[in-house]
Nanobody, 114 residues
Framework: VQLVESGGGLVQAGGPLRVSCVGS????????IGWYRQAPGKQREMVAR???????EYLDSVKGRFTISRDNAKNMVSLQMSNLKPDDTAVYYC?????????WGPGTQVTVSS
């Protein structure tokens, strides 16, 4: 199983950015897929996740700004981020939870400049 994130980069505060996660050897729509982030010196935290029914959950600080979505044809889960803030700067990781296994992607850096 592999998860590969893409779409990170440098963006100015207030701007948008989209990060995506593609899975191989795993059907993302059949599992709970989450986006997590870890800033330097901080613990990794859940930002958004979507389960196999399409139910979504968000970190309070990103509600109304971030949207998680699936493209089943591409076996992809994306996180659309808008009105980004410097505090959103972190490495963003894709996570897939199967019944007995958890998988992580290598992460993609998102940097928001003030």
């Amino acid at each position: 199983v592999q998860l590969v994130e893409s779409g990170g980069g440098l963006v100015q505060a207030g701007g948008p950015l989209r990060v995506s996660c593609v899975g191989s050897e795993i059907t993302l729509s059949s599992n709970t897929i989450g986006w997590y982030r870890q800033a330097p010196g901080k613990q990794r935290e859940m930002v958004a996740r979507i389960n196999n029914r399409g139910d979504t959950e968000y970190l309070d600080s990103v509600k109304g700004r971030f949207t998680i979505s699936r493209d089943n044809a591409k076996n992809m889960v994306s996180l659309q981020m808008s009105n980004l803030k410097p505090d959103d700067t972190a490495v963003y990781y894709c996570n897939a939870q199967e019944l007995f296994n958890t998988y992580w992607g290598p992460g993609t850096q998102v940097t928001v400049s003030s």
